[in-house]
């Protein structure tokens, strides 16, 4: 089955710096990518949704300038957290969704990025 | 009330025992998923439906749309079925692939 990929699986970084997730479709292209964001014990939410060439759609309450996302070709984007901070510790996973034009259409999760800000 | 309503919360079977995990939704749906999210965190999309009935192995799933209900069943479970099983619908009136996902059940599987 398709594959997509995260980069780095896990990382940890001092409060004021900015860290970059990539989400890469191994086998497919895909135009477009969703990144979520889940805290403990809590269910998977939307934060964006990533259109290869366009400016990413944001969810209502995720502060665009804050989370920039770069959906540079049909095989990566990218979600860059400017200026963490502790609460911005979570696990953030990545998406991509493979059209077909059939009913096989379906999304491909990567293994997900846990972020600690100190 | 959630869009998106799983049962239970959590499971805990003996290994060989039928597991059935339901998720009731509230909003007309394109297609349903059902994941499966290990400890790691990482997440494996086990089933995407828009109707009927799909089986993968030990996992089957089905879902009755006009009840707005899907089950996932796990036939002779096994101690590596332990997992977080999460429920996700695409929601008919939104963006495409754009998901809601249920709270998830939490299965564990004891030999």
């Known amino acids: 089955g398709a594959v997509v990929s995260q980069h780095p699986s896990r990382v940890i970084c001092k409060s004021g710096t900015s860290v970059k997730i990539e989400c890469r479709s191994l086998d497919f292209q895909a135009t477009t990518m969703f990144w979520y964001r889940q805290f403990p014990k809590q269910s998977l939410m939307l934060m964006a949704t990533s259109n290869e060439g366009s400016k990413a759609t944001y969810e209502q309450g995720v502060e665009k300038d804050k989370f920039l996302i770069n959906h540079a070709s049909l095989t990566l984007s990218t979600l860059t957290v400017t200026s963490a901070h502790p609460e911005d510790s979570s696990f953030y996973i990545c998406?991509?969704?493979?059209?077909?034009?059939?009913?096989?259409?379906?999304?491909?999760f990567g293994p997900g990025t846990r972020l600690t800000v100190l | 009330k959630n869009e998106v309503e799983q049962s239970p919360q959590n499971l805990t079977a003996q290994e060989g025992e039928f597991i059935t995990i339901n998720c009731s939704y509230s909003v007309g749906i394109s297609a349903l998923h059902w994941l499966q999210q290990h400890p790691g965190g990482g997440i494996v999309s086990l089933f995407m439906l828009s109707s009927g009935k799909k089986k993968h192995g030990r996992l089957i799933a089905t879902i009755n749309i006009q009840e707005k209900h899907s089950s996932l069943h796990i036939t002779a479970s096994h101690p590596r079925d332990s997992a977080v099983y999460i429920c996700a619908v695409e929601d008919y009136g939104g963006s495409q692939g754009n998901l809601i996902f249920g709270k998830g059940t939490k299965l564990s599987v004891k030999p």
């Open positions: 998406s991509a969704y493979q059209t077909s034009g059939r009913a096989t259409d379906t999304q491909y």
